[in-house]
């Protein structure tokens, strides 16, 4: 913009007017420069205008696109929360608790304490119990005793029966033998006697003789049969002292027998009774370290059921987690990545622990899914992982797209 004329100072009347007048042509001048100024400036912008629109419109352009490939094509993982989440021993953890009521002698469980298969946890009172114990043994053994004195008394009475059958069949041959004899003596008198007949017949011998010959055949004849009782009298005898031996041992048989069933029963009940005694006192049933012990004191009465001490097993350990059903059914599949966020820090300072899913609960328990995931034990922390170590579980369940999660929470949201 051009400057205005310089007008005259000075202060004489006739001077005065003529600055005046000036002054007026000096300000019209001034306006008509300004206006034509103004003039080029607004044509100047007239003619800027549709370059700058064009820039502006190009940015949105590239900006609208950049955006579009990034909600349709930015890679998004979509993960499921846990409601609960845990270190878990793959082995059950064992609760022992108090098998039957009575007096606690003794408790040996401290928290971390290693122990084996066997190993004594705690002992009650089994005073009573060891008593019937003693006594039942004590009758075990008077029956034992009287089983095997049974025993010997058979055998010896079998012995003393084939010593009688012996005998008398010794008996038996010697009174055969005589009859033998006897009968052959017979034979000899009768053939003796009937020759002394025929002789007197013809009068070569006398009367007498021949009667002298009949009565030695009687008296051979007599002799004869009495042997043959003798050998009978033996025989009968003989049977019947055997059968009465037969009815002795099957009777000394019969008590052993008996004995024998009461022995068995002592012998179940003492069993009984030993394992009544084995229940007082309580076994570590599993290797592991004692993971919880409870505030049972020695001397002090315990009911039944009343939980002594938790065994966790020696091994492997893996994450047990429970889902919502809606966050887990028909999401979370076996392989899936995880992570799991300790409560606090480890023992090597490890917070976060990579995982997989191995297994995935097919069944609602309790208004939850139960998930299990294995760990990487070469992962430095890992392996000090204790059973029962709280935290908290994300599952990568699913890879989509901004827009694709937009459609679903649409779809959900109209869905309701």
Known sequence: ???????????????????????????????????????????????????????????????????????????????????????????????????????????????????????VIAELDATEVRLRLAEAQAALSGLESKFEHLGRQIEARQSQRQNELASAEAAAAVAETHNDEAIAALEFARGRSERLGQLAKAGGTSAADVLK????????????????????????????????????????????????????????????????????????????????????????????????ATIVPDGVVIIAATFAPSEALGRIRLGQPATFHLDGVGLHD????????SAVASEVRDNAIRVELTMDRGIPGVAALQHGQPGALEIAVEDTTPAGLIMRVTGLVVGR
């Open 1 to 119: 913009m051009g400057h205005l004329p310089h007008c005259c100072t000075q202060s004489s009347p006739a001077r005065k007017t003529s600055c005046t007048r000036r002054t007026r042509v000096c300000a019209r001048t001034g306006a008509k420069v300004m206006t034509a100024h103004f003039s080029h400036t607004m044509v100047a912008l007239s003619n800027d205008r549709p370059r700058q629109v064009h820039l502006v419109w190009a940015a949105a352009a590239v900006g609208i696109a950049a955006w579009s490939i990034w909600f349709f094509t930015a890679p998004l993982t979509l993960y499921a929360s846990s409601q609960s989440a845990h270190v878990e021993a793959l082995g059950a953890a064992h609760a022992i608790d108090v098998p039957m009521a009575g007096e606690l002698l003794s408790l040996r469980a401290a928290l971390g304490l290693a122990v084996q298969p066997g190993d």
């Open 213 to 308: 010959a009949t009565a030695e055949v009687d008296a051979l004849t007599a002799t004869q049969k009495g042997w043959v009782s003798e050998v009978l009298r033996i025989r009968l005898d003989a049977n019947a002292r055997d059968a009465q031996a037969a009815a002795e041992i099957e009777g000394l048989s019969n008590d052993r027998a008996a004995i024998a069933a009461d022995i068995d029963t002592a012998k179940t009940t003492i069993a009984l009774t030993e394992r009544e005694v084995a229940r007082h006192i309580i076994r570590a049933p599993i290797a592991g370290r004692i993971g919880d012990v409870g505030s049972l004191r020695p001397g002090g009465f315990v009911a039944i059921g009343e939980r002594l």
């Open 350 to 357: 490890v917070q976060a622990v990579p995982a997989a899913v």
